[in-house]
């Protein structure tokens, strides 16, 4: 039977170098010149941005969501914690989600049950499965999930025939 998964996966070797491109950019940028201002990668999900000033936390962001949508890694995936302030530094951390978490995975399996395709899903861990009995049916899946307001950014991998 034909089948495909839907994930929610990172490369993280992409993150690394869009975190390397934010750093490279910090240091030639005139703003940030002798202010001591961080951009690090955590643990391979999390990117922890310093600052002296609020406004400078800002802008890190904004470079950090570029670098990181000009290298392919959709920012539905980024959670933007809430900063840390105080009078000598900020510090907020952004937290790459990956994996698709049960809540979401039943919100997929329901809008595929409720669009009445010949297709089934079956949750497995953190990825779903589905399945059909052409590749037509699989297709017209692919397309009603794209169409789908999900919390996370979703991959299509493994199609069989």
């Known amino acids: 039977m034909p089948s495909f998964d839907v994930v929610s996966e990172i490369n993280h070797h992409e993150v690394e170098n869009a975190v390397d491109q934010a750093k490279r950019e910090l240091e030639s940028r ?55 302030i105080n009078l000598a530094k900020s ?14 995975a039943r ?5 595929i049950k ?3 395709m010949k297709v089934q899903a079956a949750i497995q861990g953190d990825k779903i499965r589905i399945t059909g009995k052409s590749r037509d049916d699989l297709q017209e899946a692919i397309a009603l999930l794209k169409q789908q307001k999900v919390e996370r950014a979703l991959q299509f991998n493994n199609f069989r025939d």
């Open 30 to 84: 005139f703003d940030f010149r002798g202010v001591d201002a961080k951009v690090l990668l955590d643990k391979k999900n999390e990117i922890t941005l310093e600052a002296p000033a609020e406004f400078q936390l800002q802008q890190l962001q904004d470079i950090v969501r570029l670098k990181l949508s000009k290298r392919g890694i959709d920012l539905v995936c980024l959670e933007i914690k809430d900063a840390e």
């Open 91 to 104: 510090k907020q951390v952004l937290i790459l989600r990956e994996g698709i978490d049960a809540d979401s």
């Open 107 to 111: 919100a997929i399996q329901r809008a």
């Open 114 to 116: 409720d669009s009445k």
